[in-house]
């Protein structure tokens, strides 16, 4: 399998289909950030804003407890309400647009170009069966991943436990002891991030191609993981090159952002820093940053959704190769 072709070819459709963007965006921005939601805006409540608001009231500042503690639960239960419909919305619109971006990948590496329409038509018809894949995935390697640390925490405690036992002799006992420790761990270390990554390069091929069995072939929720498994089995080493592949790509563009970051936040203080030392008032700089800012998050956006709609286009064609749909 020819990688960079792959590759090549996957930025290329990404960059000449704007659809493509827009499923990247959609998927990137409802896929990610919710760990954030609500922290933007906070107001810490004292006792003068109580009995102010007390006696704003109609009951004269003598609202009963009871109406209060209910009132309260009213509102609790509508935020709760509220979140909840939030949270169904977003995993309808997140697993729709990442099957839209599938459905529409697999097309134009075809040589057909699809409508807004058919694409999101057909991301819409596997939403659940994604849904649902993701939650089995999930389980299972939260199952397999606590086992195998389990497994690997008794061995590395089994291999350590002689240098312990030296460390607490003297003389030259004690400094072997303490090498032994120090060399070891840094094995088990390493070890341990070495295992953690299989476990995740597991889950990610798993779920990549399970995804596109089901958009594509139209497979049943343990079938297209059934079919996933069985495909990464038969085709482990072009599997995991690619996978190095895209590690070594994001890998890059993190870098790549550093000192981008650092430009575009010189960009963003120095103007700011010297209005205000003209002004020597909050108010200049703020008129330049936020209308900046504003511009940045959009960047980022549209950044993010373009390498989420690279990233889904490259394992879209990595799987139409692996599993015989394109020669």
């Given at each position: ?112 170009k699809p409508t ?59 400094v072997l002891g ?113 209308p900046l800012l ?34």
């Open positions: 399998m020819d990688y960079s072709a792959i590759i090549k070819r996957s930025v290329e459709l990404t960059w000449r289909n704007k659809l493509l963007w827009v499923f990247g965006i959609l998927v990137a921005v409802f896929t990610g950030g919710a760990g954030n939601a609500g922290q933007g805006l906070q107001y810490t409540f004292n006792q003068q804003d109580v009995e102010r608001w007390s006696r704003s009231m109609p009951y004269g500042g003598d609202l009963p407890w009871r109406q209060l503690a209910a009132l309260g639960a009213g509102v609790i239960l509508f935020l709760v309400f509220v979140g909840l419909i939030m949270i169904a919305v977003s995993i309808i619109v997140a697993y729709t647009s990442e099957g839209a971006l599938v459905a529409a990948a697999d097309d134009l590496d075809g040589g057909r807004f329409r058919e694409a999101v038509g057909r991301g819409w018809q596997r939403f659940l069966r994604l849904f649902a894949q993701d939650l089995i995935i999930g389980l299972i390697t939260f199952v397999v991943g606590l086992l195998v640390l389990l497994a690997y925490a008794l061995v590395a405690g089994l291999l350590l436990a002689p240098g312990i036992v030296a460390v607490t002799a003297d003389g030259t006992i004690r303490i090498i032994w420790l120090v060399l070891l761990g840094l094995v088990v270390i390493l070890g341990l991030i070495l295992l953690m990554a299989a476990v995740g390069a597991g889950q990610s091929l798993v779920r990549a191609y399970a995804m596109r069995a089901s958009v594509l072939n139209l497979e049943g929720v343990f079938d297209a993981l059934g079919s996933a498994w069985a495909l990464l089995r038969s085709r482990l080493r072009e599997s995991l090159t690619m996978w190095l592949w895209m590690a070594l790509v994001s890998l890059g563009i993190g870098l790549l952002m550093v000192p981008i970051g650092l430009l575009i936040a010189a960009m963003l203080v120095v103007p700011a820093a010297g209005a205000y030392a003209l002004g020597r008032s909050a108010v200049l700089p703020a008129l330049i940053i936020v504003a511009l940045l998050a959009i960047l980022v956006v549209w950044l993010g959704g373009l390498y989420t709609a690279f990233q889904s286009t490259v394992w879209t064609l990595t799987y139409n190769q692996l599993a015989g749909r394109r020669d």
